[in-house]
């Protein structure tokens, strides 16, 4: 789950990472009592979305004085930001941090991801802050210091001497950097964090190091360890369909194309996302219903799929597991008698009770495309899309 800067700045702030002062606002008549509790003349304005690029787009100023704040302030409140993240629709902010200024003599990167392959988090530094991590690895590798460190979320001095060492610290910043990276190494591990960046750290005039930006992703599957952190979502800040899949607890990514899908477990879902592609078509979304998804579940999911008017066929791709085939099954029957299901469904069923499932489909009398494995049910659901499919005919085998 991402959440906003100004949130993510809050969890660093008790861990101790340099913040500088900042207020939020959501009216612009608040505006003016934000700029007077910080005393400041001048402010940075950012809008608050879930995004990068958000410089680039508009989206971070600098008001010089606190009228030209309060006008800025006015100005991206309600504004649609588009970035290359959040593509042509954009995202809307519907808050602003107003945040002191610094004067900044230098910029350095800090982020923290897992290393999948070694299965450990991983920290990152660069004395070239302020440039986007992915160019920086494809333009100046060289510039770029990886140091794993423990699951415990504790990193050894010899690392932390390492790191400042290569951002070029001596002395007091030393000791102030080392200080930044231990405790950015607790707060990721501890917050069960995906992502955590500062871009950029900044070290000011007087030498002393800020985090002047925050990212910080947290594993979904971990929230129910963070209620604080759960409590952080905006729906704001997703599709309508996919706030609506959060409050069903389904994974849920809405994509391009016009082939619906309806999965149970991720990796299956990116098989089947991948032999649609393969075959010439473009899947709709990313749906993981989930191993054990009850029938309302699967029915509302249904819903969810049909949501989206691009979608021409559905791929319904369920390995019964832990879900049962037949549960799957009646989910789709009642679907279907609740909903205007116009488009050819295409439907693959393996695993428990899988004869009892294609017994449900076959009494139902719904319009069905059967397939018997994977490589055959995405190339009918690609001709499907197209038009191509001809009759569909009742349930067979």
Known sequence: MNIHEFQAKEILQAYGIPIPEFKVVSDF?????????????????KVQVHAGGRGKAGGVKIGKTPKEIETLAKAMIGMKLVTKQTGKAGIVCHKVMISKLLDIAREYYVGIVIDRKEATPILMVSPEGGTEIEELAENSPEKILKVPFGLDGTISVKKCHEIAHFLGFTGKQKEMC????????????EN????????????????????LDAKIAVDDNALFRHPNIALMYDPSQETPEEAIAHDMDLAYIALEGNIGCMVNGAGLAMATMDLIKHHGGMPANFLDVGGGASREKV?????LILADKNVKAILINIFGGIMRCDILAEGIV????????????????????????????????????????????????????????????????
């Not at 080392?178 to 591990?189: H, M, P, T």
């Not at 069960?192 to 002393?208: A, Q, R, S, V, W």
């Open 29 to 45: 008549k608040d505006v003016m009592n934000a700029v007077q509790a910080l005393g400041v003349q001048a402010a940075v304005v």
């Open 178 to 189: 080392e200080e930044i990276i231990r405790n950015l190494c607790k707060a990721f591990v």
């Open 192 to 211: 069960d964090m995906d992502l955590l960046e500062i871009n950029p750290l900044i070290e000011d005039k007087e030498g002393t190091l800020w985090a």
């Open 299 to 303: 029915s509302k999911s249904f819903a």
């Open 334 to 397: 009642a679907a279907a008698g609740e909903l205007d299901i116009e488009v050819p469904l295409i439907v693959r069923l393996e695993g428990t009770n899988v004869e009892k499932g294609k017994e449900v489909l076959r009494k139902s009398g719904l319009k069905i495309i059967s397939a018997d494995n994977l490589t055959e049910a995405a190339e009918k659901a690609v001709k499907a899309a197209l038009g191509k499919e001809g009759s569909y005919g009742h349930f067979s085998k």
